[in-house]
């Protein structure tokens, strides 16, 4: 099987596990992620075919939407690629790609490091700002029933990982808990320079939304 057949078979995998997910977690976010991880590709040395694959997989079985349980996604990453005979060798990066992506909070340390890691995460923490992770961090908000905002209620930039993944605060704490610190934990040059125009979209954002908040205009 080529590389072609490779990512076709992989792409009607992803479409078919995720076509009842939740907006911000569904195929489209895959979408975003694969087309802005192969963006960044085109700038750094490292194998293409393994951070598609890995930026198409990723977020396969996401563990806020599986108890928790953060050894899903890449069981079922491995078990697919498997099934269409991907080499061991690249199988094996995807999933260690797969284990170490997510932010969770910022207060963990990664046991696995790779250019095409960093390649996949920058995209994928690119969607998360800018005016995509703004609808994203608020689609998922009222998934989860959270409020806007409450000033009662002040961000918590100290969380361990477990506090922050079983967090119920409002959608806007989340831009100063995660999103905001995206911006200086991008790993590659194009990522920086894809992230700094998304950072600034938000603290205007944020800006407006606070004289609104206010009555303001």
């Known amino acids: 099987m080529n590389r072609e057949e490779i990512i076709e078979k992989t792409i009607a995998y992803v479409k078919a596990e995720l076509a009842n997910a939740e907006g911000g977690h569904d195929w489209w976010h895959i979408y975003r992620v694969w087309h802005t991880a192969k963006e960044i590709l085109a700038e750094e040395e490292c194998d293409g075919l393994t951070v598609e694959l890995a930026a198409l997989l990723h977020d396969i079985a996401d563990s806020k939407f599986n108890g928790g349980d953060e050894s899903i996604g890449p069981i079922k990453a491995e078990q697919f690629l498997d099934s269409i005979h991907v080499d061991t060798n690249t199988t094996a990066h995807v999933v260690n790609i797969i284990k170490n992506i997510s932010f969770k909070g910022g207060n963990f340390d990664q046991d696995f490091s790779s250019k095409e890691l960093m390649v996949v995460q920058d995209a994928d923490r690119l969607d998360a700002i800018g005016a995509i992770g703004i609808a994203r961090a608020f689609n998922y908000g ?76």
């Open 142 to 217: 009222g998934y989860k029933d959270r409020a806007l905002y409450d000033p009662e209620i002040k961000p918590d930039l100290k969380m361990s990982k477990e506090e922050y993944k079983s967090s119920s605060a409002p959608t806007i704490n989340h831009f100063y808990e995660k999103l905001l610190l995206l911006k200086d934990k991008m790993n590659t040059a194009t990522g920086r320079a894809m992230a700094q125009k998304r950072h600034e979209f938000m603290v205007e954002y944020l800006e407006q939304f606070y004289r609104e908040w206010e009555g303001k205009s």
